[in-house]
Nanobody, 124 residues
């Protein structure tokens, strides 16, 4: 059974940093591309970052460019999201997910496994 578990969320002041982790069980990081999405109350799910199967290629949503970094550690079977210069508008539940493809993707239809999410709250 595949399970993706996010951790590292919390409350932080604007300008601060958080590092989210996604630990996989029943699934090997590097099998396919993966991504981070977020959803704020009353808003649609938004792509944040995605990384290719081999970890060499990444892509970011407009709100994350220049501030967030996605990475994967195949030895620890973990996907990470380093978030710097956080803003109140980054407040959301963040989800990690795994695709069925090898390239970076923000297409929801490419994703077949999702975590339960971790809450990030940024105060001004």
């Amino acid at each position: 059974q595949v399970r993706l578990m996010e951790s590292g969320g919390g409350s932080v002041q604007a300008g601060g940093s958080l590092r989210l982790s996604c630990t996989a069980s029943g699934y090997t990081i590097g099998t396919a591309s993966m991504g981070w999405f977020r959803q704020a109350p009353g808003k649609q799910r938004e792509p944040v970052a995605t990384i290719s199967r081999d970890g060499r290629n990444t892509d970011y949503g407009d709100s994350a460019k220049g501030r967030f970094t996605i990475s994967q550690d195949t030895a620890k079977n973990t996907l990470s999201l380093q978030m710097n210069s956080l803003k109140p508008e980054d407040t959301a539940t963040y989800y990690c997910a795994a695709t069925m493809v090898w390239w970076p993707s923000f297409r929801p239809s490419d994703y077949n496994y999702w975590g339960q999410g971790t809450q990030v709250t940024v105060s001004s």
